[in-house]
């Protein structure tokens, strides 16, 4: 049974990860359907990993497929690794075989962060396509329905880093930009990000968590102190929208029991 937490956010405990992935799936299409009936359209900020590749896989097949008007959703990344489309570590690529390429959706309805050109470039390019799409030119990011991401998928790292914004990074802290690329030593990599902000826009996030090793960085940040330059996942608070965690039963182990 869900249960919120102090954060107003809103968890979903499931015996494992197929369970998990099926609970994502649901979630993922009745906010599909709810937004296309509201506004015409579904946009939806995808995520890498493990995890969210299968509920893609689910989205992609029955009895999900058919429940999305695929013509009428625009995806978008929260990230991506600084790596061609190709590369086996793009998150587009991952989303491509696991999901794009396997519904109906119209290559117009979706827009990828370039990782293979230059990052600084790349990001504020992308930002430009986000503020195109969502017809605010100059700002911050509107949070009224039908002018802000859907949905955002993200997912936790056992740093307590979601989508690129890193513990100690200067993504952490921005507040202007929408996107923004940095070279994360952590990983020896450069990142592209959604920033908190453009995220926090968002009328949902949904957050998939699974597997034992996310145990420990789950209970903190839910239930430890806020210390959001630690544990990046905590600066997410979407207002007006609301934050779902669903997680399967090892990474919710250190969590409080109910009384």
């Not at 015409?40 to 009895?63: D, H, K, M, N, W």
């Not at 597997?211 to 806020?226: F, S, T, Y």
């Not at 609301?242 to 039963?249: E, G, P, R, T, Y």
Request: charged share 20%.
């Amino acid at each position: 049974m869900p249960k919120e937490t102090a954060a107003r956010s809103a968890i979903e405990i499931s015996p494992n990860l197929a369970a998990l992935s099926d609970a994502a799936a649901e979630r993922i299409v009745a906010a599909a359907e709810h937004a296309i009936d509201a506004h015409g359209r579904f946009v939806i900020a995808l995520s890498g990993g493990s995890t969210p590749r299968r509920t893609y896989e689910l989205l992609a097949r029955e009895p999900y497929a058919s429940r999305v008007d695929w013509s009428r959703v625009h995806v978008v990344w929260g990230d991506e690794r600084c790596v061609p489309p190709s590369d086996a570590d793009s998150n587009y690529r991952m989303a491509r075989e696991a999901l794009l390429d396997r519904v109906p959706i119209p290559a117009t309805n979706v827009d990828r962060m370039h990782g293979e050109d230059d990052p600084a470039a790349a990001a504020a390019s992308y930002e430009t396509a986000l503020r195109t799409l969502f017809n605010t030119p100059s700002g911050p990011p509107a949070s009224a329905p039908g002018e802000c991401i859907d949905l955002a998928l993200l997912g936790l790292g056992d740093n307590g880093h979601t989508a690129s914004i890193f513990p100690e990074s200067a993504a952490v802290s921005e507040q202007r930009r929408w996107v923004m690329a940095e070279y994360v030593p952590a990983v020896s990599m450069w990142r592209i990000t959604l920033t908190a902000p453009t995220i926090n826009a968002a009328s949902e996030v949904l957050f998939l968590v699974a597997g034992g090793d996310k145990a420990e960085v789950l209970q903190r940040v839910l239930e430890g102190p806020r210390v959001p330059r630690e544990l990046p996942a905590q600066l997410i608070a979407p207002t007006p929208g609301q934050v779902h965690w669903l997680v399967d039963v090892a990474a919710a182990a250190r969590l409080r029991k109910e009384t």
